[in-house]
């Protein structure tokens, strides 16, 4: 099983950048996933995560609420991140994640896999 994150970039504040996680070996109704970030010397954080039922519930941490957008395309096997309204505070290496879960996945030592990352840099 794989996971293949692209997408990031070099934005300036206030750009959209829509992250994507290919997968390969998951039946993605059967995995929740999730998009986590690490800024350079910080700990890694939680930054959403979708369900793996049908009702694809979603969750998102305060700092990305109402500006980041998760989705999911199982006929892709693909997760998506749309990030709108970058700010300088989210320039991190972005990685996505899959947990064999219906529900929601908060702890990201429940996600059994994670892909390689892909940079995000918000500059002005």
């Known amino acids: 099983v794989q996971l293949q994150a692209s997408g990031g970039g070099l934005v300036q504040p206030g750009d959209s950048l829509t992250l994507s996680c290919v997968t390969s070996?998951?039946?993605?109704?059967?995995?929740?996933f999730g998009w986590f970030r690490q800024a350079p010397g910080k700990e890694r954080e939680g930054v959403s995560c979708i369900s793996g039922s049908s009702d694809g519930s979603t969750y998102y941490s305060e700092s990305v609420r109402g500006r980041f957008t998760i989705s999911r395309d199982n006929a892709k096997k693909s997760v998506y991140l749309q990030m709108n309204s970058l700010k300088l505070e989210d320039t991190a290496v972005y990685y996505c994640?899959?947990?064999?879960?219906?529900?929601?996945?908060?702890?990201?030592?429940?996600?059994?896999?994670w892909g390689q990352g892909t940079l995000v840099t918000v500059s002005s």
């Open positions: 070996g998951f039946i993605l109704d059967y995995y929740a």
């Open positions: 994640a899959a947990s064999p879960s219906l529900t929601l996945v908060f702890d990201a030592e429940a996600y059994n896999y």
